[in-house]
């Protein structure tokens, strides 16, 4: 009879907690206000508001994955737990909300933008070169109905607009500057490139001019090569994807003849040409179509062995880009959303896993500088390393991950368009070489349309203050369209749910481990 009694009283004590829970949601899914998640050996909380990650224990963790995926306070009756636990439960969580201040992130109403930063801010200009490329590499943005702005043209830029572009870098108040020559194949104008570089002699000498270029390297002759290491500061980008067969199953030439063997010819003379300064000079990226273990094997050996590639050289990894699709948005925490994101789970970010696999298998702390993976694999643990981490709950919100546009860094194509970044994609351009940024359509697309989009979803949204997904891929030739941004949404949210969990095992076997983390950025 006892029993009975004190269980009816714990009931109607759990009932008590409806108010609590119904004053937490503000009438929105309770999953917007953090995501509970377990590592091998414990069960946190991430709290979306302030970036606090609580650990909790199994019967708490019940409570928050209960409330997360039903959204409904009386499902809690459900649970396989004494009244008792559930009430005890419920009371450390509301111990929480007071002495921690979490579960108490505030709408996202608008995000903060900065468009009326100064012009003169701009220390990165990417010069689009040419249009067209000696190579047509089969996950090439550029092929017809691919993600590129354009598709293979035969258009090159020309030198006074190339000029002008570096004009804008002679206004910027900043005393370090960037060019980036891209394409399409940048060295198919060689002599573009190298009068570009005469030119910033003269207006820039005031300023350290730092250049960039991204090549195939299978256009590098003894002068080209001679000629771009004799710069003071320079680095080159090698777009390699590993051994021979592997490269050519890929980056191939136009009659379909993969191009490897040339590509290390031009990389030996530029390796040569930079003499001790290579590893430093030179940098690769890799392109993975093909994620297996046995190929990623393949690839590691290769930049590791390779006699052409000088030991300590900078390796970045990247998938396949596939052009953006229109989805339906599901809402985060529903149960169609919960479905795809444990189809994703099961095959997202391998390299990843892969990486962590390599690491467990115990392999010395020079083999970990040396993986191909690592500059990923640190950029995935720093992104929640150096999360925002508040006392409070935020008040204000940023746009994600992306930038203010036309300030720090602009694109240029071969006709003097200007553009975000050359990573865009189809997207509508903020201005022209000769008439400099157009503010209004700056304001239109990408701050007053994108934040009108954006908050309507990141509101739903458990991960929007660790957020680092910017204006890429949610665009088309009018402006935003934000349909083609509901995937990549929930294929972040369950990379950063990945993420998470792997900083966490690291956390509890082997904090000191993750100090490194303090001086890497992630953007």
Known sequence: MKNSVESAKNFNEILGFKDLFANLKKDLRFSRLGKPFKTSENNYFFDSGTGKVLMVNEDIYLILEC??????????????MSSKNLLNGLKEIEEAVKSESILQ??????????????????????????????????????????AGFRTFGTKDIDLDTAKKAVDILSRSAKEDVYITFCGGEPLLRFDIIKDTIEYCKIKLHNKKVVYNMT??????????ANYWASLEHHITTVSLDGPELIHDQNRVFCNGNGSFQIVMHGLKRLVEAEGAKAADNINYNIVLADTSVETLEEIQHFFRNSEHIPAGSSLSTSYQITSPEKTSYLGVGTEGDRQLSETKRQRIDPLIKWSVDKLNSGISDIDKQKLISKDSYDKALASIHNRMLLDEPVQQFPMNGCCTP????????VNGELAICERMGTSPFIGTINEGLDYEKIN??????????????CNDCWAVNICHLCYKQCYDRDGINISYRHEKCLEYRVITEQRLVLYH????KNPESLEYLNEIFYG
């Not at 095992?505 to 509890?508: A, F, S």
């Open 67 to 80: 409330l997360w995926n039903t959204d409904e306070f009386d499902r809690l009756l459900e649970l396989e």
């Open 105 to 146: 992130m505030p709408p996202v109403k608008k995000m903060l933008s900065h468009v009326d930063a100064p012009s003169n801010q701009t220390k990165l200009i990417s010069l689009e070169v040419t249009e067209r490329c000696n190579l047509r590499c089969k996950y090439c943005i550029y092929h017809e109905g691919e």
């Open 215 to 224: 090549t195939n390297a299978t256009l590098i002759t003894e002068e080209i």
């Open 406 to 413: 036309g300030v720090g860094r602009v694109y240029i194509t």
């Open 444 to 457: 239109k697309h990408y701050i007053n349309d994108f934040m009108n989009e954006a908050t309507k979803y």
């Open 505 to 508: 095992e690291i956390l509890e």
